[in-house]
T-cell receptor
Framework: LAKTTQPISMDSYEGQEVNITCSHN???????ITWYQQFPSQGPRFIIQ???TKVTNEVASLFIPADRKSSTLSLPRVSLSDTAVYYC????????????FGSGTKLNVKP | ETGVTQTPRHLVMGMTNKKSLKCEQH?????MYWYKQSAKKPLELMFV???????ENNSVPSRFSPECPNSSHLFLHLHTLQPEDSALYLC???????????????FGPGTRLTVL
């Protein structure tokens, strides 16, 4: 089971770039890396997904080194509304029992 | 609004009660999930249904009983729960192409369950 390790919390200020790193040393060949965002009293929301190298969408970038044992979620120019818990998920849809969300990183964005 | 609804949003029950949580997805997905989120634990995957068949049961106690009557609806039947079962129960759905890669899960808002 590919478990993940993330920092428990991070602080940032509005307008800064935030990088959250996740370790997944036991990632399997067929596993994808996915990040979710969760606000209080809401279900998690998909942010970005990747397999290797770099992926970018309208809200974030995901950097994955060649060995895939870690990944970094990059949030450009955060705002107060980005205050949330960010989860790194490693799993293979074809093997549901490999899903593991981890404890997440609580990001506090300050004015 | 994610296209996944859950009812009720809040539920308080005694240990001898029987209740059910309901989840409905309006996205045409073929897989549905139950998760448990406790205050001091990571999000825990409980059950997975793919094409209306249960494909995963992560050692969940029998006092939790899932039901998936069709691809749009998922239930979690609860009976003789314990106070430590108090948590946020989240439902999610996704589309799983055959032999394909991971597709994002869409989560409902959850049911906040309190067991007295």
């Amino acid at each position: 089971l590919a478990k993940t390790t993330q920092p428990i919390s991070m602080d940032s200020y509005e307008g800064q770039e935030v990088n959250i790193t996740c370790s997944h040393n036991n990632i399997a060949t067929n596993d994808y890396i996915t990040w979710y965002q969760q606000f209080p009293s809401q279900g998690p929301r998909f942010i970005i997904q990747g397999y290797k190298t770099k992926v970018t969408n309208e809200v974030a970038s995901l950097f994955i080194p060649a060995d895939r044992k870690s990944s970094t979620l990059s949030l450009p120019r955060v705002s107060l509304s980005d205050t949330a818990v960010y989860y790194c998920l490693v799993g293979d849809m074809r093997n549901f029992n490999k899903f593991y969300f981890g404890s997440g990183t609580k990001l506090n964005v300050k004015p | 609004e994610t296209g996944v609804t859950q009812t009720p949003r809040h539920l308080v029950m005694g240990m001898t009660n029987k209740k059910s949580l309901k989840c409905e997805q309006h996205l045409g997905h073929n897989a549905m999930y139950w998760y448990k989120q406790s205050a001091k634990k990571p999000l825990e995957l409980m059950f997975v249904y793919s094409l209306e068949e249960r494909v995963e049961n992560n050692s969940v106690p029998s006092r939790f009983s899932p039901e998936c009557p069709n691809s749009s609806h998922l239930f979690l039947h609860l009976h003789t729960l314990q106070p430590e079962d108090s948590a946020l129960y989240l439902c999610a759905s996704s589309q799983t192409p055959s032999g394909g890669t991971y597709n994002e899960q869409f989560f409902g808002p959850g049911t906040r369950l309190t067991v007295l």
